[in-house]
């Protein structure tokens, strides 16, 4: 996945977070308590999906915090971006599986949609695993 499909995605995924927030907030569970617990729940869970997306991004701002540093020499600082990289690569079908439940929405680009794939080299698996970009998840 490319830098701007990446950033695209987590971008996207922010807005939806803060729109299912707003949408959570706007509940009024007055005496109901089924409400009370499923806005809390929610709530709950978008939280969680930032948590995500902060670690996802972690060790790549990191590294981009890293580059400002003067002392760094050359090599340091293509090592540390190359890590920075690296690390994004691995951590990032999450973000793909994040936002796939959106897959639906008006700004939901038709390229982000997980394809299911059957492994036969994996046997005892009933499920067929998704993937994204090339990549199995």
Avoid at 55 to 73: L, M, T
């Amino acid at each position: 996945m490319g830098r701007d499909d990446y950033a695209a995605r987590v971008e996207f995924l922010r807005a939806r977070l803060h729109e299912d927030e707003a949408a959570a907030n706007a509940l009024k569970p007055g005496k109901n308590q089924d409400v009370a617990k499923l806005q809390a729940r929610v709530l709950a869970d978008i939280e969680a999906k930032r948590r995500l997306v902060d670690w996802v991004e972690e060790i790549p701002r990191r590294a981009a915090e890293a580059e400002d540093n003067e002392g760094r020499v050359r090599w340091q600082k293509w090592a540390g971006t190359l890590y920075a990289e690296y690390s994004r690569d691995l951590r990032s079908p999450v973000i793909c599986q994040l936002v796939a439940a959106y897959d639906g929405h008006r700004d939901f680009h038709p390229a982000w949609r997980l394809v299911e794939v059957e492994h036969e080299d994996e046997p005892g698996e009933d499920k067929p695993r998704t993937r994204t970009q090339g990549r199995t998840v």
